[in-house]
C-alpha cells in the first residue's frame, strides 16, 4: 500500500471513530480496535486504567460510558499527519451533556492513533482527568 493510500485508509478509520462515538455506538467504536491492539491512558488519575490490552478490554472499559457522558458532537478537530502514515496525532474538543450533574460538558483531548489493516493497534489518549472529573461533577 503506498503512504498516500495508509493515510487515506488511517483517516477514516478516524473519521468513522468520531460518528461512532457520536451516535453512541461505544462498541462499534470499540470493534474498531485490532484484536490485540491497545488503548493508553498516560495522565490516568489514581485508580485508573494506564493501560488496555486488546479489542476486548477496551469493549469492557467503554461498556456504560454513555451513562456518564451523552457526547453530542466533536466540534473541533486538528490532525497533525506523522513521517509513519499509519500515526495521526489529533486534538480536539468533545461536547456534549454530563449525564449525572445534567450539566454541558466540553472538554479537549490529544490522541495518538496507530491504525494497522486490522484495526486501532494503539491509541494513546492524552486528556486531563482533572479537567473531567470537573466536568462531569
Known sequence: MTDDAQRAQTNAVLDRA????????????????????????????????????????????????????????????????TLDPRTVIVEFEAEGIAVAAQRPYRLGYVAVITVHDDGIASYRDYWSPMAAAEALG
Open 18 to 81: 468520531f460518528e461512532l462515538l457520536v451516535a453512541h455506538d461505544m462498541h462499534g467504536f470499540a470493534m474498531l480496535w485490532a484484536p490485540d491492539g491497545i488503548m493508553e491512558f498516560p495522565f490516568a488519575g489514581p485508580g485508573r486504567p494506564r493501560r488496555l490490552d486488546g479489542r476486548t478490554a477496551v469493549i469492557e472499559y467503554l461498556d456504560g460510558y454513555t451513562d456518564m457522558l451523552d457526547l453530542r458532537a466533536i466540534p473541533t478537530q486538528t490532525r497533525h499527519q
